[in-house]
Antibody, heavy 119, light 107 residues
Framework: QVQLQESGPGLVKPSETLSLTCTVS????????WSWLRQPAGKGLEWIGR???????LYNPALMSRVTMSLDTPKNQFSLKLTSMTAADTAVYYC?????????????WGQGILVTVSS | DIQMTQSPSSLSASVGDRVTISCQAS??????LNWYQQKPGEAPKLLIF???NLKTGVPSRFSGSGSGTDFTFTINSLQPEDIATYYC?????????FGPGTKVDVK
């Protein structure tokens, strides 16, 4: 059974950069698409972007200027960096797999990590 | 980007009722439409992919239909454990977008 686990700081100061890592266990990170999403408290889901390899990435245009994603295949991890954080970026951040049904069919998700932006 | 809408935004039904949720895309997305269930405090879970395909292990009381711009999600015989918010999501456009969600409650 594939499992995903997000890790990183729960608190980030305004203007700083958020760095999150998603560790994949129970399966290889190769040959699948990996997405990051977020959900502000009480609100809906926003897709941040996805990657297949570190060179094959696609970002949500709304966040593209601030987002970088990368893959660490030997460690079976992928990561998210989001710069210039503001209070509007406070949310639960999820990583998810675009599995065998299709790159956009998110069949496994991490439990989520709450990131609060505050000084 | 493709905009997704859902109706209703919330509903309350009795155990055993049939529940139907609608999802509409702002343009033709063929059948590239998924449905997720999110219980409070948990991550979303995939229930249905490609409009009508049930993910392995998901109870058969859940079903989906539709193509193009109009889609329907149905729970036949609502159970107490189905209390959750349900989201539709399109992936016809590589920028994935979600509907705003439908909160389902049990009377």
């Amino acid at each position: 059974q594939v499992q995903l686990q997000e890790s990183g700081p729960g608190l980030v100061k305004p203007s700083e950069t958020l760095s999150l890592t998603c560790t994949v266990s129970g399966g290889s990170i190769s040959s699948f698409y990996w997405s990051w999403l977020r959900q502000p408290a009480g609100k809906g889901l926003e897709w941040i972007g996805r990657l297949y390899t570190s060179a094959s990435v696609l970002y949500n245009p709304a966040l593209m200027s601030r987002v970088t994603m990368s893959l660490d295949t030997p460690k079976n991890q992928f990561s998210l960096k989001l710069t210039s954080m503001t209070a509007a970026d406070t949310a639960v951040y999820y990583c998810a797999r675009g599995g065998p049904y299709g790159s956009g069919v998110l069949d496994f998700w991490g439990q989520g990590i709450l990131v609060t932006v505050s000084s | 980007d493709i905009q997704m809408t859902q109706s209703p935004s919330s509903l309350s039904a009795s155990v055993g009722d049939r529940v139907t949720i609608s999802c509409q895309a702002s343009q033709d997305i063929s059948n590239y439409l998924n449905w997720y269930q999110q219980k409070p405090g948990e991550a979303p879970k995939l229930l249905i992919f490609d409009a009508s395909n049930l993910k392995t292990g998901v109870p058969s009381r859940f079903s989906g239909s539709g193509s193009g711009t109009d889609f329907t999600f149905t729970i036949n015989s609502l159970q107490p454990e189905d209390i959750a918010t349900y989201y539709c999501q399109q992936y016809d456009n590589p920028i994935f977008t979600f509907g705003p969600g439908t909160k389902v409650d049990v009377k």
